[in-house]
């Protein structure tokens, strides 16, 4: 019979100490890093559940900075929304003042101001955070606003506003400097005419009143249109007046008013009753006639000037693209205006050939059937909101001077059509379809004072602003996911309405200068304060910076909320991930000590079996 040594390290006793020894090992390193294991395998069986949260923890993680990132933008944004609402009230406030006292250069202490301001707005626009430009929807790498210099001076190859401004001012005071209006006097009969069937410039002539006796007042009517005043070789009384109401070329309109008057000197707005014996009411027509040019050229050096400034900064600025058809004639004849019928009986105030049940109008895609969604009796202007409605302009379309424009927000969308074209030619429209003209508009010929029409100006003037102008919000130009389900849009765009306008009317204000020492030139200043004035005074149902502010704002809320859910996640998340792999260190230190003592017996069992001898074994 052989008999084995008794080896430790092969004896099971010896493996015993050896795992016992291993676990004190395990358990030191668990209590030293509070973890049950340094890899995946030994982390049991919930480490799935760790494996997963942890990627939620990284989610989230990413999400924050994310939102830290988008909270920069929109925080630097806010700052210079901010800083546009300064400089509005700032020349608001100084537009608005009564003082009127011009420098050497035609200007008020208050359009230098402005003047100033346009810069600084400019520079606002052109905010950067990082790389990337806030004003500039989805072309963040893009300047969004020319230089001010070039906006207002050009450069060697394109014009600037301020020759835009200069050009429209020419067309709308015409060669005479009287608004594109003819005054003539026959036997009597005084005449005004405006100089164009088709120009777009200058006064047009809306309607006229008279008590004056024994006159005859006739028109507004014809093509061009005009009015006559016969006195008939009779005397008006004393009283007696003549209203005259004239469209300018920025919707606005103006009166004026002359009465007559046995008064001397004759009161300012009135003409002179002849007194001679015997009474020569030929004198009266003659008074009445310089009278009536005296009134209409003022309105034009005042009125008409300011108007045609606000009008050139709308051509040059304005992204809203507008379709004009030519004047056109109802029934009556009459130059239509919005209350004219879309079709209608003969002497009625309608167009002719007109629309019937049945025929279509295609706008943008969307058909409109008559005697379906319109009416054959509606209104012009009913056809007019209806269309507005689908094309969703922020500038309703009008009717002025018996002209139609159809205004669109954007111009490469525009499309009107309609296999009536008889009845679309009598809306003025001589071609199917109907397109829009993209800014900016320039004068269409030389000399200015005796164009007639506006043409496309995109090749040899400034584009103001160079950013995304494509359709769609604005603020979808810039969208970031800030947790699993939920997105935020942020974007912001230096030709929205709000900031359009404000832009175009300190420039308007900023831009224009008159002759110091001119008999016109207070006159024109007070009458472009008022527009301007009223131009960045808030209208209900525009836009507003305000507006922006909100939405950008409300992006910042539904950020605040997701951190707040993200942050209740995270804390979760971590104890799912605590219960799968922290060692709770009691537990640990109880199995320590009891490993302890199970290795100190093991250990004094072995030292007694090493003792054993061949003579202690038998």
């Known amino acids: ?63 924050t900075d994310t939102i830290t990132n988008v909270n920069v933008n929109i ?24 003082a009127q006292d011009l420098n050497v250069n035609g200007q008020t202490v208050a359009q230098n101001t402005a ?14 955070s990082g790389n990337r430009y806030l004003f500039s929807g989805t072309a963040v790498n893009t300047q969004p606003v020319a230089n001010a210099s070039d906006i207002i001076n050009g450069t060697t190859t394109q014009a600037g506003f301020k020759t835009v401004m200069a050009e429209r001012q020419a067309a709308d005071l015409g060669v005479n400097g009287m608004g ?67 469209t300018l070329p920025d919707g606005s309109t103006e009166q004026i008013d002359l009465t007559a008057s046995t008064a001397t000197p004759t009161p300012a707005g009135s003409f002179a009753i002849d007194a001679s014996v015997p009474v020569n009411p030929a004198n009266t027509a003659t008074n009445l006639d310089t009278a009536l040019n005296t009134a209409i050229k003022k309105l034009a050096n005042t009125s008409l000037v300011a108007a045609s400034a606000v009008t050139a900064g709308d051509n040059f600025f304005n992204t809203t693209s507008s379709a004009m058809g030519a004047p056109a004639t109802s029934q009556v004849p009459a130059p239509i205006t919005g209350a004219t019928l879309l079709s209608g009986p003969a002497s009625s105030d309608s167009i002719a050939p007109g629309f019937a049940n049945g025929d279509k109008i295609t706008v943008n895609g969307t058909t409109l059937t008559f005697g379906v969604d319109i009416n054959t009796n509606d209104s012009i202007q009913t056809l007019l909101g209806k269309i507005d409605a689908i094309t969703g302009t922020s500038k309703p379309s009008t009717v002025h001077g018996g002209v139609i424009t159809i205004n669109t927000d954007n111009a490469a969308s525009l499309n009107i059509s309609s296999a009536n074209t008889a009845a679309l030619a009598k809306l003025g429209f001589t071609s199917s379809p109907i397109t829009a003209t993209q800014p900016p508009l320039r004068v269409g010929s030389s000399p200015a004072s005796s164009a007639t029409t506006l043409v496309n100006g995109s090749a040899n003037t400034v584009k103001w602003y160079r950013g995304n102008d494509g359709p769609g919000s604005p603020r979808s130009t810039a969208m970031a996911r800030v947790d699993d389900s939920v997105t935020v849009q942020y974007g912001a765009q230096a030709d929205e309405d709000a900031i359009r306008r404000q832009l175009q009317a300190i420039a308007v204000f900023g831009t224009f200068s008159t002759s110091q020492t001119g008999q016109y030139s207070g006159g024109q200043v007070s009458a472009l304060s008022l527009r301007v004035t009223q131009a960045l005074t808030q209208q209900p149902g525009q836009q507003r910076i305000e507006d922006i502010q909100t939405d950008i704002a409300m992006a910042q809320n539904t950020m605040k909320d997701a951190t707040t859910r993200q942050t209740q996640a995270k804390a979760q998340l971590q104890t799912i991930i605590d219960q799968a792999e922290s060692a709770s260190p009691d537990q640990v230190a109880s199995e320590l000590l009891s490993l302890q003592n199970a290795l100190q017996a093991s250990y004094q069992t072995t ?9 202690k074994f038998l």
């Open 1 to 63: 019979m052989s008999i084995s040594s008794i080896n430790y390290s092969s004896s099971v006793l010896g493996a015993q100490i050896r795992n016992i020894n291993q676990q004190l090992t395990d358990l030191s390193t668990q209590l030293s890093t509070g973890k049950l294991s340094q890899n995946y395998s030994g982390m049991g069986a919930n480490e799935g559940f760790a494996i997963a949260s942890r990627a939620q923890l990284s989610n989230i993680a990413a999400y």
């Open 607 to 615: 030292a007694k079996l090493a003792q054993l001898s061949l003579v």
């Open 180 to 246: 594109r209006l003819v005054q003539t006097q026959t036997a009597g009969v005084i005449n005004v005419a405006e100089d164009s069937p088709t120009s777009p410039f200058g006064l047009k002539i809306a309607a006229v009143s008279s008590t004056l006796t024994g006159a005859t007042v006739t028109g507004p009517s014809g093509s061009p249109v005009s009015f006559s005043v016969n006195l008939n070789g009779v005397n008006p009384n004393n009283g007696d007046k003549l209203s005259v109401q004239f």
């Open 75 to 98: 925080n630097l944004a806010n700052t210079a929304l901010q800083s546009l609402t300064t400089i509005r009230n700032t020349v608001q406030k100084g537009s608005a003042s009564t």
């Open 115 to 128: 003047a100033a301001q346009f810069g600084s707005m400019v520079g606002v626009l052109n905010t950067q």
